[in-house]
């Protein structure tokens, strides 16, 4: 993973705000299912998700893939002994962990779509038991980069790309980048839904997968990232007792935009102080100090937005 050399993944306030959702989602997961887990994911050299999940989540046996560094400076970099490093690509190192416990799996790729990232689905859903959570993100553009200058792919040329894998249903046009989100996402849910069902009738399991997570978003200046997933659990199981239907970012049919305002910290906590009292709300407005559509954005993300202080060490 190369992003570690280009960004520093603990400030970027569109991802944090994701990354926040995800956490207070799997956290009621967690809780709720009472089992232990283990994660699954690409820690990079910041190991961001991995801190946030060893606290918050109290997971205790952790697996970072990863093969941009070299195993000594990844070693030198992890934040806590529980890390396991596998040093490679992800369709080689899941191989070599027990993926019959329960796991969360959050495969967060530098980028674009590729037959990789199914062939990834395809090892951890042939194996993941109930409980466990699968979560992918990816660059949302979809187009061909032989073109110049690159256009989105054709109907034709994508299909022929990921052959058998695009729906028979595809709308015109899946790959424009007002289409990208839902075309992944197709995608990717009816291949969990297949691996699943194959599972079943050779296994004789009796699973189910539920689609949970549903977002996009654009850091100022940086790719265009789409984030999927969901759970899966035992067909007689009522997912009810989950619990995750109380959070309004999820289960969601069109993507959900992560678009933070850009506000001042002053701003900020004047709005936290007047959210939803109407006339004070108008006032700010129509003394042209915060627009109404960033009043709008603001409510919508303001419990999971970062803050960020100057520390003079």
């Known amino acids: ?9 603990e400030i970027r306030p569109c991802k944090f705000v994701e990354r926040r959702m995800l956490l207070a989602s799997l956290y009621q997961i967690v809780i709720n299912m009472r089992q232990e887990y283990q994660y699954i994911g690409f820690g990079g050299l910041m190991f961001t998700d991995f801190k946030l999940f060893h606290k918050e989540l109290s997971v205790d046996s952790m697996y970072s893939i990863e093969g941009s560094f070299t195993p000594e400076k990844l070693e030198f970099n992890k934040p806590f002994s529980c890390i396991k490093i596998l040093h490679g690509l992800s369709t080689n190192m899941l191989l070599k ?6 796991s969360i799996v959050w495969l967060d790729y530098d980028g674009v779509l590729t037959m990789d990232v199914f062939t990834d689905i395809n090892i951890l859903f042939n194996s993941l038991p109930h409980g466990s959570v699968y979560i992918m993100s990816c660059n949302r553009q979809l187009q061909n980069e032989e073109t110049n200058p690159p256009r989105p792919y054709t109907n034709e040329e994508f299909e022929k790309l990921f052959n058998g894998l695009v729906p028979y249903d595809i709308e015109k046009n899946c790959c424009a980048n007002i289409n990208t989100s839902r075309t992944i996402k197709r995608m990717i849910d009816s291949y969990c839904h297949k691996i699943i ?6 296994e004789n399991t009796s699973l189910n ?15 265009k990232m789409f984030t999927c997933g969901g759970i899966i659990i035992n067909k007689d199981y009522d997912e009810k007792q989950l619990y995750v239907n109380d959070f309004n970012y999820l289960n969601k049919e069109d993507p959900l935009e992560i678009d933070i305002p850009n506000l001042t910290r002053k701003e900020a906590l004047h709005l936290n102080q007047i959210l939803n009292i109407e006339e004070k709300e108008k006032e700010i407005v129509e003394g042209k100090i915060i627009k ?6 603001y409510k919508k993300f303001y419990k999971y937005m970062p803050n960020y202080y100057d520390v003079r060490l």
């Not at 993973?1 to 993944?9: A, D, Q, T, V, W």
């Not at 069902?197 to 050779?202: A, D, L, Q």
């Not at 997968?209 to 790719?223: T, V």
């Open 97 to 102: 962990i027990d993926l019959s416990k329960p």
């Open 292 to 297: 109404a559509t960033d009043i709008e954005k």
């Open 197 to 202: 069902e194959e599972r079943n009738k050779i």
């Open 1 to 9: 993973m190369k992003s570690p050399n280009l960004f520093n993944y």
């Open 209 to 223: 997968y539920k689609s949970l997570y549903n977002i996009k978003y654009q850091e100022r200046g940086g790719a």
